[in-house]
Protein backbone atom coordinates (compact mmCIF):
# COMPACT_ATOMS: atom_id res chain seq x y z
CA UNK A 1 0.00 0.00 0.00
CA UNK A 2 1.62 3.37 -0.99
CA UNK A 3 1.22 6.23 1.00
CA UNK A 4 -0.78 9.22 -0.03
CA UNK A 5 -0.84 12.91 1.22
CA UNK A 6 -4.79 13.78 2.22
CA UNK A 7 -5.85 16.93 3.59
CA UNK A 8 -5.41 16.02 7.11
CA UNK A 9 -1.81 15.15 7.32
CA UNK A 10 -0.24 17.41 3.78
CA UNK A 11 2.33 16.92 1.85
CA UNK A 12 4.76 16.58 4.50
CA UNK A 13 3.08 13.43 5.90
CA UNK A 14 2.86 12.78 9.73
CA UNK A 15 5.11 15.21 11.30
CA UNK A 16 3.28 17.97 9.57
CA UNK A 17 0.06 17.60 11.56
CA UNK A 18 1.95 18.62 14.36
CA UNK A 19 2.50 22.16 12.78
CA UNK A 20 -0.43 22.08 11.27
CA UNK A 21 -2.35 22.66 14.72
CA UNK A 22 -0.04 24.96 16.07
CA UNK A 23 -0.15 27.30 12.61
CA UNK A 24 -4.33 26.96 13.14
CA UNK A 25 -4.42 27.86 16.69
CA UNK A 26 -1.88 30.66 16.29
CA UNK A 27 -3.94 32.20 13.73
CA UNK A 28 -6.96 31.68 15.88
CA UNK A 29 -5.14 33.49 18.51
CA UNK A 30 -4.00 36.62 16.65
CA UNK A 31 -7.10 36.83 15.03
CA UNK A 32 -9.72 36.73 18.37
CA UNK A 33 -6.89 39.15 19.83
CA UNK A 34 -7.58 41.30 17.13
CA UNK A 35 -10.91 41.61 17.89
CA UNK A 36 -11.82 39.79 14.29
CA UNK A 37 -14.73 37.21 13.30
CA UNK A 38 -13.58 34.63 10.44
CA UNK A 39 -15.64 36.54 8.06
CA UNK A 40 -13.86 40.26 8.97
CA UNK A 41 -10.33 38.64 8.77
CA UNK A 42 -10.83 36.55 6.03
CA UNK A 43 -12.34 39.75 4.01
CA UNK A 44 -9.45 41.99 5.00
CA UNK A 45 -6.77 38.95 3.74
CA UNK A 46 -8.88 38.62 0.64
CA UNK A 47 -9.48 35.06 1.24
CA UNK A 48 -13.16 33.27 1.47
CA UNK A 49 -14.02 32.84 4.48
CA UNK A 50 -15.05 29.04 4.40
CA UNK A 51 -11.11 28.28 3.47
CA UNK A 52 -10.46 30.07 6.82
CA UNK A 53 -12.49 28.63 9.37
CA UNK A 54 -11.32 25.11 7.69
CA UNK A 55 -7.38 26.10 8.33
CA UNK A 56 -8.61 27.17 12.03
CA UNK A 57 -10.36 23.92 12.76
CA UNK A 58 -7.17 21.95 11.11
CA UNK A 59 -8.91 20.32 7.92
CA UNK A 60 -6.94 22.42 5.54
CA UNK A 61 -3.50 23.24 5.03
CA UNK A 62 -2.91 26.77 3.53
CA UNK A 63 -0.30 27.70 1.07
CA UNK A 64 2.38 30.41 0.76
CA UNK A 65 -0.10 32.67 -0.87
CA UNK A 66 -2.70 32.07 1.60
CA UNK A 67 -0.30 32.23 4.58
CA UNK A 68 0.38 36.10 3.18
CA UNK A 69 -3.07 36.67 2.72
CA UNK A 70 -4.23 35.56 6.43
CA UNK A 71 -0.96 37.78 7.81
CA UNK A 72 -2.81 40.64 6.15
CA UNK A 73 -6.42 39.49 7.33
CA UNK A 74 -5.22 39.72 11.14
CA UNK A 75 -2.99 43.13 10.50
CA UNK A 76 0.61 41.09 10.96
CA UNK A 77 3.71 40.06 8.88
CA UNK A 78 4.06 36.35 7.44
CA UNK A 79 6.88 35.94 9.04
CA UNK A 80 4.95 36.93 12.59
CA UNK A 81 2.34 34.28 12.01
CA UNK A 82 4.21 31.45 11.07
CA UNK A 83 6.37 31.87 13.87
CA UNK A 84 5.30 28.54 15.89
CA UNK A 85 5.74 27.57 19.42
CA UNK A 86 6.95 25.11 21.06
CA UNK A 87 5.72 22.57 23.31
CA UNK A 88 6.74 23.63 26.36
CA UNK A 89 5.27 27.14 26.14
CA UNK A 90 5.42 29.83 28.79
CA UNK A 91 2.04 31.01 30.61
CA UNK A 92 -1.46 31.59 28.80
CA UNK A 93 -0.51 34.83 29.91
CA UNK A 94 2.45 35.45 28.55
CA UNK A 95 0.54 34.16 25.21
CA UNK A 96 -1.45 36.83 25.30
CA UNK A 97 0.74 39.52 25.22
CA UNK A 98 2.85 37.89 22.77
CA UNK A 99 -0.23 37.53 20.62
CA UNK A 100 -1.10 41.60 21.14
CA UNK A 101 2.86 42.25 20.21
CA UNK A 102 2.71 39.94 17.57
CA UNK A 103 -0.56 42.95 15.95
CA UNK A 104 1.42 46.05 16.49
CA UNK A 105 3.27 48.30 14.28
CA UNK A 106 7.13 49.01 14.78
CA UNK A 107 6.59 52.25 16.03
CA UNK A 108 4.32 51.29 19.05
CA UNK A 109 6.20 48.02 19.02
CA UNK A 110 9.23 50.48 20.40
CA UNK A 111 6.83 52.13 22.88
CA UNK A 112 6.34 49.21 24.46
CA UNK A 113 9.30 48.63 24.51
CA UNK A 114 10.70 51.36 26.20
CA UNK A 115 7.65 51.28 28.36
CA UNK A 116 8.76 47.75 29.54
CA UNK A 117 12.63 49.23 30.19
CA UNK A 118 10.96 51.59 32.37
CA UNK A 119 8.95 49.11 34.40
CA UNK A 120 11.97 46.72 34.54
CA UNK A 121 14.56 49.69 35.88
CA UNK A 122 11.87 50.94 38.32
CA UNK A 123 12.70 50.37 41.77
CA UNK A 124 10.72 48.02 43.71
Do not use: C
Not at 54 to 83: F, H, N, Q, W
Request: proline share 6%; hydrophobic share 40%.
Amino acid sequence: MVWQPNHRYGLLGLGAVDNLIKFADRLRRLRETAGLTIEQASERGELSPGFWGEVERYKKEPGLDSIVSMAKGVGTTPPVLIMLESEEADSELRKQVQALLDLLPAQKLELIHQIAKLVLDYPS
